[in-house]
């Protein structure tokens, strides 16, 4: 019986040679950058999700969205949304209970966890303080952000998160 070259052989009886070994290690790297080059491409092209562009601007910006929401606390406004699928009803109030009549509602449907879904309604003043807004929305999870402006100030803004089935 010959012997292995070095004492080393594949299990079959041939030698391990450079060339088997090389072979091996191409092909092992080969399996890990294919897979790598396939996981970061769904990584990157399914990422919808929220980003900020500049963080020092957001934290500039986070005093003035604190003073806007001390001074929507004192307003004390009562907003009320009914939601349900294809429709959203908005109802304002001031403090003393009148109806909001000189304000422009937006209204816009965000997905939490994709931005790609988000969807802004366009609602109609059926009445003063009350506006409807028609659309077709996909069921599921969304945030519902209600902005009331006056002269292009914004007055009143609120997100909470809703159940469309």
Known sequence: ????????????????????????????????????????????????GVETESSYKAGLAFRAESEAAAAQEARHWQVDAHVEPGRVDVSARDAAGRPIA??????????????????????????????????TVASGQWELVIELSREGERLFRSTNRVVIR
């Open 1 to 48: 019986m010959a012997s292995p070259v070095n004492g080393l052989d594949d299990g079959n009886g041939r030698p391990l040679t450079g060339r088997t070994v090389l072979i091996c290690f191409l092909a092992f790297f080969g399996v890990i950058f294919t897979a790598n080059f396939f996981l970061v491409r769904a990584a990157v092209t399914s990422f919808g």
């Open 102 to 135: 000189d304000a422009v509602l937006a209204v816009t449907l965000q997905h939490p966890t994709n931005r790609r879904l988000d969807v802004t309604l366009d609602p109609v003043r059926v009445s003063a303080g009350r506006w409807r807004a028609d659309d």
